[in-house]
């Protein structure tokens, strides 16, 4: 196997076949994507080969710093933008064979998008109900129904309450309540975020997530969340970091049960190693130990060893 269906193997996920492929599958799929941009003369490699594999129903967080090609990311899975090479994969939808008709399609009913920037997400001379409603008006969907199911929104995201105040009179907080249940209105497959708390302090921020991880528990929906905030990662039960256009290492939390039956999550740190067998190590490790330029490295019965080249430094033999 090659390509993607390397990527659906490495992910523990069957492939499946018949009519419950499509169930099975995963539901955003990145395979060695590649975006590069030019501006006068220089060109810029925003992702170099990036593979991601994220599960139907996956609450994650993608973080990175300025730079590290998240947005470029968030930008290609939202089909604002088309990567130079690769495949993507969202939902069964090939991002790089639809045309433009389909991928408006596509951004009203696959995906939903939560911007860091309440004013991108809310029409303000609209009420909160009213701004829930107008993605499903524009899928046609009957008045009936669209209040129905507006309704259902505000209450599941806890602003039943201001349903018919203008958004404009509603906290940052309320806001951004408002613009996820705009975001789910047609009922997407995907929800991507992009700093959803970049604008709030704390507390709201927490506020927030607890909407979106309600969204996710109660929709089913698949939940990106993009941001630099490392922070945010306490908030998800996977983070996926992104350095330099490739995915670098991925923490993993859980809820143990000690032996006293008391529960606590615990985390683990991994680095990402891809199908050319490169990994990135973390930053800090790297700081610690001053390594540069190249490592040696040493086979074992059960793990890699890796030191700092002391040749390169003058220092003489390890021992």
């Known amino acids: 196997m090659t390509g993607i269906d390397d990527l659906i193997a490495s992910s523990g996920q069957p492939r499946g076949t018949g009519h419950g492929e499509t169930a099975r599958a995963p539901m955003i799929m990145c395979d060695r994507l590649v975006r590069i941009f030019s501006a006068a003369g220089v060109e810029t490699q925003a992702l170099q080969g990036l593979d991601l594999v994220l599960q139907r129903g996956e609450l994650t967080a993608l973080v990175g710093a300025s730079g590290s090609g998240k947005s470029t990311l968030l930008n290609i899975l939202a089909a604002l933008d088309l990567p130079t090479g690769g495949r993507a994969v969202v939902a069964g939808h090939d991002l790089l064979s639809m045309g433009a008709k389909e991928r408006l399609a596509y951004r009203r009913g696959t995906v939903g998008f939560l911007w860091q920037q309440t004013g991108r997400n809310l029409l303000g001379q609209l009420t909160a109900a009213e701004n829930v409603e107008l993605p499903m008006h524009l899928a046609k969907m009957p008045r009936r129904q669209r209040k129905a199911r507006a309704g259902e929104l505000l209450g599941l995201l806890g602003v039943a309450d201001s349903g018919n105040r203008p958004v404009t009179e509603l906290s940052g907080g309320q806001q951004q309540r408002i613009a996820i249940g705009v975001a789910l209105a047609n009922n997407p497959g995907v929800l991507l975020a992009d700093e959803p708390t970049g604008e709030l302090d704390t507390e709201t921020a927490d506020g ?88 040696r490295l040493a086979l074992e019965t059960d793990h890699i060893g890796v030191w700092p080249d002391r040749h390169r430094a003058g220092e003489g033999e390890d021992t």
């Open 208 to 295: 927030i997530f607890s909407a979106l991880r309600t969204a996710n528990a109660e929709t089913g929906v698949t939940v990106l969340i993009v941001t630099h905030d490392a922070a945010v990662s306490e908030h998800v039960d996977r983070t996926i970091a992104i350095r330099d256009g490739r995915i670098s290492t991925e923490v993993l939390r859980r809820t143990a049960v000690d032996d006293q039956g008391v529960q606590a999550r615990r985390a683990q740190e991994y680095s990402v190693l891809d199908r050319a067998g490169r990994l990135q190590l973390p930053s800090e490790f790297i700081e610690a130990l001053a390594l540069q330029d190249r490592v």
